[in-house]
């Protein structure tokens, strides 16, 4: 079974540039979360989707925006990019069921602004 | 909101001494996971738990979850130079109709050989 892929592993932008980053979930699981990580902050939770609807979000500016498609695939897009926004953007697919449940993540996207 | 306290935040030891880290929150938590992550990787699962009292082993690494659900631990015995990495816990409860989790804030592991 194919684990959780993204692309594109490594990404250099400049300030306020446009990104987006995609991620492909484990095949059957329904539920896409999404995480940015930097030195010492620990995982900081963006949001979760489910079946295409965004039913959890974290507590960052509206800059960071998603959406899941009918396959469950998701995007990640981040505007206006601030220096402050580089980081390595960590995907997680889980079945997203009520109990039992598991997150497995993908290799991230280290975002690189310049 | 459900908070994790991990601990300790780093550690160095040397190679084939045992290790151990834990996580403990006031809230009560019905899974508990614990995942390692490698430089510019992301998070791999080692363990999972989830019933309280529960000890699971993957090679030579155990865990618990705690009976007070509020609480967990991750032992590494004999330790190896490809052990270093970050280590992380999590707690996932039930909110809303689904599992939400959150995450420690991490123990890094640095072996000596």
């Known amino acids: 079974k194919a684990g959780v892929t993204q692309t594109p592993r490594y990404l250099i932008k400049t300030r306020g540039q446009q990104v987006t980053l995609s991620c492909s979930p484990i095949?059957?699981?329904?539920?896409v979360s999404w995480y940015q990580q930097t030195p010492g902050q620990g995982l900081q939770f963006l949001f979760e989707y489910f079946s295409e609807t965004q039913r959890n979000k974290g507590n960052f500016p509206g800059r960071f925006s998603g959406r899941q498609f009918s396959n469950s695939r998701s995007e990640m897009n981040v505007s206006t990019l601030e220096l402050g926004d580089s980081a390595l953007y960590l995907c997680a697919s889980s079945k997203g069921l009520a109990g039992g449940d598991t997150q497995y993540f993908g290799p991230g996207t280290r975002l690189t602004v310049l | 909101g459900q908070q994790l306290n991990q601990s300790p935040q780093s550690m160095f030891i040397q190679e084939g001494e045992d290790v151990s880290m834990n996580c403990t929150s006031s809230s009560i938590f019905n899974t508990w996971l614990w995942y390692k992550q490698d430089p510019g990787e992301g998070p791999v699962l080692l363990i999972a738990l989830y019933k309280a009292g529960e000890l699971t082993s993957n090679g030579r690494l155990t865990a618990q979850f705690g009976i007070t659900r509020k609480d967990s631990f991750l032992n590494i015995s004999a330790s190896i130079p490809s052990d270093v990495g970050i280590y992380f816990c999590?707690?996932?409860?039930?909110?809303?109709?689904?599992?939400?989790?959150?995450f420690g804030t991490g123990t890094k592991l640095q072996v000596i050989p």
């Open positions: 999590a707690g996932q409860f039930l909110s809303g109709g689904y599992q939400k989790v959150t």
């Open positions: 095949s059957g699981h329904r539920s």
